[in-house]
């Protein structure tokens, strides 16, 4: 009974993220299917020269075209998303989410009337605040942020920050999962563990602070999640 009701979920989430994704790329369908017409002709005639024989090689190019345009329609799907909530405040927080397990994302740790936000992530890099909005607006804000985080870390916890934008000296938003991935791996899960205790005391003092208004994009996860079929 179970496996009855996931699949038509499964197919829903799909068509769902297909949706969203070609309000942004009206083309998608057209590539997708280029795109398995293309690597499964590549491997039809791959196997069939190889070892011959037509359904080998027919079933085979099915299987490399299909998972060729699932791995571009994820991709693309992701970037449609990014797209939506590019420029609005928090969007940082709902690209991180996109990243796999050892990273913790808090969003908005620090904002401004004007919604410039800081969203702290923890990671291997160790804190890596992530801010974004005006330049001149967040400079103090994320200065002041990285003394808070620095009596509390302790000298031994690398702090770096990351603006983020098209401006010079920053990183775009469709860039931002790449770039932090990047940074190094200054910390081990341990240490990770241990540094966000003692952040859990910082985080205390925000808990009633008003969060500022105006739309704030949900995480991608969901979205992660129906281009894998879940």
Known sequence: MANTETKPRRLAQIRQSYQLTKRSDPRIGWILLGTFLLVGAIGFLLIWLLLGGVIIAAIFGVLLGSLAALILFGRRGQAAALAQV????????????????????????????????????????????????????????????????????????????????????????????KHVTRMGRNLKPAQMTDVLQRLRALDANRSNIPLPKGPVPTSMKGLRGNLRGR
């Open 86 to 177: 590019e420029g609005q405040p928090g969007a940082a927080a709902a690209a991180l989410s996109m990243l796999r397990r050892g990273w913790k994302t808090e969003p908005m740790v620090a904002f401004t009337k004007q919604q410039d936000v800081v969203t702290r992530l923890v990671g291997p890099p160790g804190i890596v605040l992530i801010g974004e909005g005006n330049p001149n607006r967040l400079r103090p804000l994320m200065a002041s942020e990285r003394r808070k985080h620095a009596r509390v870390a302790g000298d031994e916890t690398p702090i770096q920050e990351v603006y983020v934008g098209d401006g010079e000296g920053q990183v775009p938003l469709r860039r931002l999962v």
